[in-house]
């Protein structure tokens, strides 16, 4: 099992640009979960989806940020017209179905390694 | 609604004990510890379901107080491993975790 995967695990882009960053959940896993976390701070919700739905979006920016997780391939984060505020890393994690994993009733999240993004 | 931890920073000589704290205003349906060592992604330490619920791993327990809303984080005889972040997540109706800002934890040997 390989874990969850993200990539790129770096990414440069200059202002403008657009970003797009991948998140391969664990085999089984069902749920993901994304969060931004800026140097030396915690780790701030942004999305919550299953498989092509999402869940809750209350931590995403209104503009510029959107996600999905289709049926078939990664969830994907992107990020429009990025600015230099957006330079972060960008963490997945990903969960099985409530009630599936290690402990019933409970969302136990596998977190990838991150993708951390510089706007130039 | 994002829970609070204290304190924000420890510096502990190896051997020594840590207590780390998390509070919520609002109620709590569970409670979920991580570590994260620098440059790494958070990696589980355990989850809390019920108030009054303690568990524990290696010299690592916790413990949650529903009534309280708080959870507590207990680190005896710390090993250099220890060293890191460590957040306490709280889980909502509907599955969406929230993250405290971390308490980072320095042993020195």
């Known amino acids: 099992n390989a874990g969850v995967m993200q990539n790129p695990r770096h990414l440069v882009r200059r202002r403008g640009q657009e970003a797009r960053l991948r998140c391969s959940p664990m085999?089984?896993?069902?749920?993901v979960y994304w969060y931004r976390q800026l140097p030396e701070e915690g780790l701030k919700f942004m999305v919550y989806l299953q498989k092509e739905n999402i869940i809750d979006e209350s931590g995403m920016p209104k503009e510029r940020f959107s996600a999905e997780f289709p049926k078939e391939g990664p969830s994907i984060l992107r990020i429009q017209q990025v600015v230099r505020g957006d330079s972060a890393a960008y963490f997945c994690?990903?969960?099985?179905?409530?009630?599936?994993?290690?402990?019933?009733?409970?969302?136990?999240?596998?977190f990838g390694a991150g993708s951390r993004l510089t706007v130039l | 609604q994002q829970p609070v931890q204290s304190p924000q920073a420890v510096i502990l000589r190896e051997g020594e004990d840590a207590v780390i704290n998390c509070s919520s205003s609002k109620a709590l349906y569970s409670v979920h510890w991580y570590r994260q060592k620098h440059g790494e992604a958070p990696v589980f330490l355990m989850i809390l379901l019920k108030g009054g619920e303690q568990k524990g791993h290696d010299k690592i327990s916790a413990s949650f107080n529903e009534k309280k809303q708080q959870s507590s984080l207990y680190l005896t005889a710390s090993q250099l491993s220890y060293s890191g972040t460590y957040f306490c997540?709280?889980?909502?109706?509907?599955?969406?975790?929230?993250f405290g800002k971390g308490t980072r934890l320095h042993i020195l040997p």
């Open positions: 085999k089984g896993h069902s749920h």
């Open positions: 997540g709280t889980e909502k109706a509907g599955g969406k975790i929230i």
């Open positions: 994690a990903s969960s099985p179905s409530r009630g599936r994993g290690p402990v019933a009733g409970a969302n136990v999240l596998t």
